[in-house]
């Protein structure tokens, strides 16, 4: 029996609506379990000594002074912990050309980066570790560093690890196409230089772990902030010489990952190599600059772009060389080549053209390591595509709304294959761009926007639309040599109470997953969902999966949750037919009752089964099964990802004498296939649109030409903040992926995928009256005066 | 980072507060609010202080009207100065200012003393007091004494204050009948540090003029304000924009912050002259 999606007045139907979250509660009252709530016997606390250059020699490091401070115990080096840990090397095999050397838990003989860890004190308090850490004298020999990124290949720049030959980490280069005769033949041809800011996800709860080596057990307990338990088991086992089933990595509450706690951290690998090396359980908790400082960054790309169309302003080629700088070292185990692969594979992407030739050059330098974080390549190449389409349309006098309606694929034209060779199974951009048009009410906008230019204001209106890649198959890790599970799996049990357990391997990060799979087994087996407890974040305990990120927790997790929970229906139901004499197909659960499928009426209930079960088995037949416990796990085949779709639009208002930038209002209409929580989705994609303006107009990592990180706290990095951000409209198209059952694809990245382009065409909307252009993010005040010619140097 | 402070105690008054300050070795740091303070000695930028708290010290705290001047009690909170009827009566630049500090955790608990003697530059307080041309009443082992606004902020972060002294009250001058005090300034977001801001206050005396964010210290712009008691805007603009050297950081030029301190004064001028809402 399949789930009746289309009914809503089906029984059990919490598919597809708002129920309370199981973890709300929690939360809310203080009563949540962080990494840093944790304190075990003889615990131990490390705090480390971070390099202060971005490209040093080591010459020698004394912690004789160190040593005599009350509380510290030991002091580590990089020799010391290479002595139990061996490097690692973060290049997949897939991605042709990646190189990266070996990196080791702390700096060995040289540093790399400002913030990389060189000398790890550990005490019996971090106020100790940190007055230890003050008093340890590292002597550095400053060397040549390579800071900017257009520069990195250039003869004249020094080549930062000199066993790799030169500072280029990847390339690739994607050509479908005539593109150069369609360039030199076409109607208009627009060209443009895209920035993108280097930032950072910020996490409300700093990266933690805590990890516990007993040596007794031969068992190495990690408890950790992290999106993927068993990828971290996995690294800590192989790179600590522990059996991987003789590690177990727990995950409690986590505060916020955006994509920063899926990446394997020098520093905490070194926690969990001290652990083993003391025998004792050690915590870290990265405080506020060392997040700045050793948190990946993201995003810090360059672009030289161009368009050509036709006289009807259909799109005939795209040309993209991007250009991205991704630190000293690729991070491990993902890699850092991911976020350039993503602008080639997505630039382009809601458009049906021909001709395509996108490059991304990756290279090497003297700052933070970057790496995945939400929305991963999406923002940039929904930057370029989307900034080059508003430009088109306005040199040929064109709406950008009717230039996007003309190139958009027609909502019955798939399955199809872009010319990046993605293939899309089912979008709907017309559909959403329809619907977007109804929210925002585009006419009276424009009314408006003419309204107010007339009072010498300058309001702009900007659309994206986007597409999202999501349910990742193994082509997107697993095909390149990483043990990274694109598969997933649920084990659901009935227990005596006839209450349900779910055990999933995708992870609650605060985003509502334990409430969307709480509700899909709670209509799965056909009980209440608060009579679903759900587990998750424990290898030793929930099925192997890959937990949380490029949107995969609903349309994978989701998916195996369900198969698991009518899995166990089956199994309750062919006990309660023996029980009831009654042929299966006749029966149903709902409500926590077996009844009848016809007439709804209530035969049993659960707990009355579940006592049979468990205590009296000796009354039913001789060999009936009476697993009250399934698991099923779910991966998909057809297609390497779920795309989904969507457009978003911004009304803001630029004040052209100080350059401010005031949003108005923010719309998204997306389509990310069955809805499971309309309320988790639709903060899911408000969550999301915060990141993107966060990244349109307020984060920005700065470095100086020494590699030296110039905002470093809360007080220069700019978060965006609930006092700039507008009203947000959010609306949906739904196609279900026909690949599952439950239909879901991903939500989490599509407001940040696309946010950063609606604002800038926005921004150049309300600018081109007046002859200025922005493509540098963050679009900041003196950005915009510089681009307006207002300042004089 | 954990603080590491050398050492806490609790003032019960005032003179206890400035033998508490004597005894500490020049390690003495008054905490009031400790929005400032405590932030730093978190991020370890400050250590070994030998906290001398005086937010329970009786009589420091509140607004009274002396006839010509209003006097302001250290201990004010700013939330407190932003609801006072008195301030807003008599002082309305300090109310208005209040808005454009941080958050509303941070006004409930942040003092106005603590905000004065911490003496940033990109801070609003301390650019009104010199706007209002504030005296800063200051305790010592020997008594009071008090300093102008314009002799009492020396550098950044640092003030006419002497290790063993505290700051214990403000009088500002109150605004004259048809007196307008006006703030003006650009931040990134609701709450940051100014970018640039600019305090105008027109009385009968003539315009005063201060800036925030663009030196070491807040500053008065003199030649800016001649000209602008010569009803030359234009020329106030051109002086202010050549007076002041403002910094460069992360979040703007100094090419920037001088262009928009002129818009600051035309829209603080247009406000002034009441056609500007």
């Avoid at chain 1, 227990?495 to 605060?510: F, L, R």
């Avoid at chain 1, 949906?732 to 407001?751: C, D, I």
């Avoid at chain 2, 650019?127 to 002799?151: F, K, N, Q, V, Y």
């Avoid at chain 2, 009948?177 to 801001?197: C, F, I, K, M, W």
Wanted: aromatic share 6%; proline share 5%.
């Amino acid at each position: 029996m399949t789930v009746q999606f289309g009914n809503p007045d089906r029984p059990n139907s919490y598919i597809g609506k708002t129920v309370p979250r199981p973890n709300a509660g929690r939360l809310v009252e203080g009563r949540g379990k962080y990494v840093d709530d944790i304190t075990l016997p003889r615990m131990v606390h490390v705090a480390f000594v971070r390099s202060p250059f971005a490209h040093a020699k080591i010459l020698s490091i004394d912690t004789e002074d160190a040593k005599s401070v009350k509380g510290v115990l030991r002091i580590f080096t990089g020799a010391d912990l290479a002595k139990v840990c061996t490097p690692w090397v973060a290049v997949l095999e897939h991605l042709k050309g990646l190189k990266s050397p070996p990196e080791h838990p702390m700096a060995m003989d040289r540093s790399c980066w400002v913030g990389e860890p060189v000398v790890a004190v550990v005490a019996t308090s971090r106020a100790a570790a940190e007055d230890g850490a003050a008093l340890v004298d590292v002597d550095y020999e400053p060397l040549p560093v390579v800071a900017d990124m257009m520069t990195a290949l250039d003869a004249s720049t020094p080549v930062l690890h000199p066993e790799m030959g030169d500072n280029l980490a990847f390339q690739r280069l994607h050509e479908e196409g005539d593109v150069d005769g369609v360039f030199a033949t076409a109607h208009k041809v627009v060209s443009a230089h895209f920035k993108t800011g280097r930032h950072t996800g910020v996490t409300l709860e700093p990266r933690s772990i805590l990890v516990d080596w007993n040596p007794a057990e031969g068992q190495m307990t990690a408890y950790h902030a992290t999106q993927a338990p068993h990828m971290v088991q996995t690294v800590l086992a192989t790179h600590l010489d522990v059996p991987e089933s003789r590690v177990r990595v727990i995950c409690g509450d986590v505060g916020g990952s955006y994509g920063i706690k899926v990446h394997v951290y020098p520093d905490e690998v070194a926690t969990a190599a001290i652990s083993k090396i003391m025998a004792r359980p050690v915590k870290f908790i990265a405080d506020r600059l060392e997040s700045f400082t050793t948190d990946i960054h993201a995003r810090d790309h360059e672009i030289e772009a161009k368009i050509a169309v036709d006289a009807n302003g259909k799109i005939l080629a795209f040309d993209v060389d991007d250009w991205t700088a991704i630190g000293a070292y690729s991070v491990y185990p993902r890699t850092s080549a991911i976020e350039g692969n993503q602008v080639v594979n997505l630039c382009g992407g809601p458009y049906d053209f021909a001709n395509y030739r996108a490059k991304t050059t990756v290279v090497f330098q003297n700052k933070t390591p970057t790496c995945q974080y939400r929305a991963v390549g999406h923002p940039i190449a929904v930057a370029i595509t989307e900034g080059l389409v508003d430009m088109a349309a306005a040199e040929m006098g064109m709406d950008p709304v009717e230039i996007r309606r003309r190139n958009m694929y027609a909502d019955d034209a798939y399955p199809v294959t872009s010319p990046a060779n993605m293939r899309f199974e089912g979008l709907s951009h017309h559909q959403s761009m329809d619907k977007l048009m109804g929210l925002m009410d585009y006419d009276a906008l424009r009314a408006d926007q003419a309204e107010a230019r007339a009072r010498g204001v300058h309001r702009g209106i900007g659309i994206a639309s986007f597409i999202e890649l999501t349910n990742p198959s193994p082509f997107m890790y697993g095909i390149g040599g990483a043990r990274i599970s694109a598969q997933d799996g649920c084990t659901v049990r009935m227990d005596p109470d006839g209450s349900i357990v779910a055990m999933s391997g995708v992870t609650e990060q605060g985003q509502g997953t334990e409430a969307m799979l709480s509700q899909i087994v709670a209509e799965g087996v056909g009980v209440l969902p608060s009579n679903v407890r759900v587990i998750t974040g424990d290898t030793q305990v929930t099925p192997y999966g890959g937990g949380t990120w490029a949107s995969r927790g609903a349309g994978i997790g989701g998916e195996a949750a369900l198969r698991s929970a009518r899995a166990l229906r089956d199994s309750i139901l062919e006990v309660a037919a023996a029980m009831l004499q009654s042929d299966q197909a006749s029966l149903d659960i709902r409500d926590g009752h077996v009844v009848d499928i016809e007439t709804g009426a209530e035969r049993m209930p659960l707990e009355e089964l579940g006592r049979i079960v468990y205590f009296r088995g000796d009354t039913l037949p001789k060999g009936l099964p009476r697993e009250l416990v399934q698991t099923r796990h779910y991966i998909t085949s057809e297609y390497p990802f779920a795309f989904t779709n969507g457009v978003q639009a911004s009304y803001l208002e630029v004040d052209i004498e100080t350059g401010v930038v005031t949003l108005l209002k923010h719309w998204c209409v997306e389509d990310c296939g069955r809805i499971i929580n309309p309320q988790l989705v639709d903060e899911q994609i408000r969550g999301g649109i915060v990141q993107g303006l966060g990244g349109a107009l307020f984060e920005e990592i700065h470095y100086d030409d020494e590699g030296q990180l110039l905002n470093g706290s809360m007080a220069d990095y700019l978060v965006p903040m609930a006092g700039e951000m507008p009203d947000m409209v959010v609306g949906h198209v739904e196609t279900p992926t026909k690949e599952s059952e439950l239909g879901a694809k991903g939500a989490g990245e599509a407001g940040t995928a696309g946010a950063p382009a609606a604002v800038m065409n926005a921004i150049n909307d309300a600018l081109r009256p007046l002859g200025a252009q922005v493509t540098q993010m963050p679009f900041t005040p003196e950005r915009i005066l510089r681009a307006l010619g207002a300042i004089e140097d | 980072m954990k603080a590491s402070a050398g050492g806490y105690a609790r003032a019960n008054n005032l003179s206890h507060a400035i033998e508490l300050l004597a005894l500490s070795d020049g390690m003495g740091r008054v905490l009031a609010g400790g929005q400032s303070l405590i932030a730093a000695m978190n991020m370890r930028l400050s250590t070994g202080d030998m906290l001398v708290d005086i937010s329970r010290v009786s009589g420091l705290s509140g607004v009274i009207d002396e006839g010509e001047t209003l006097r302001i009690g250290a201990l004010t909170k700013h939330v407190e100065i932003g609801a006072h009827p008195l301030i807003r009566a008599h002082a309305p630049l300090l109310a208005d200012a209040v808005s454009f500090i941080a958050h509303a955790a941070i006004r409930n608990r942040g003092t106005i003393g603590g905000a004065l003697a911490h003496a940033d530059p990109a801070a609003e307080f301390p650019a009104c007091m010199l706007a209002l041309g504030a005296t800063l009443h200051i305790h010592g082992p020997d008594g009071e004494r008090s300093a102008a606004a314009e002799d009492f902020f020396e550098d950044l972060f640092e003030t006419s204050i002497k290790e063993d002294e505290i700051l214990t009250a403000i009088t500002v001058p109150k605004a004259e009948a048809d007196e307008r005090q006006v703030l003006q300034e650009v931040a990134r977001r609701s709450g940051d540090y100014a970018l640039v801001g600019l305090c105008l206050v027109a009385r009968s005396s003539g315009h005063r003029i201060s800036l925030l964010s663009v030196a070491s210290t807040p500053i008065l712009a003199r030649n800016a304000m001649t000209q602008l008691d010569q009803g030359n805007v234009d020329g106030a603009v051109a002086a202010l924009r050549a007076e002041i050297d403002p910094p460069s950081d992360t979040q703007a030029s100094a090419s920037y912050r001088r262009h928009i301190a002129g818009i600051l004064l035309r829209r603080a001028v247009a406000q002034e002259k009441g056609d500007f809402a």
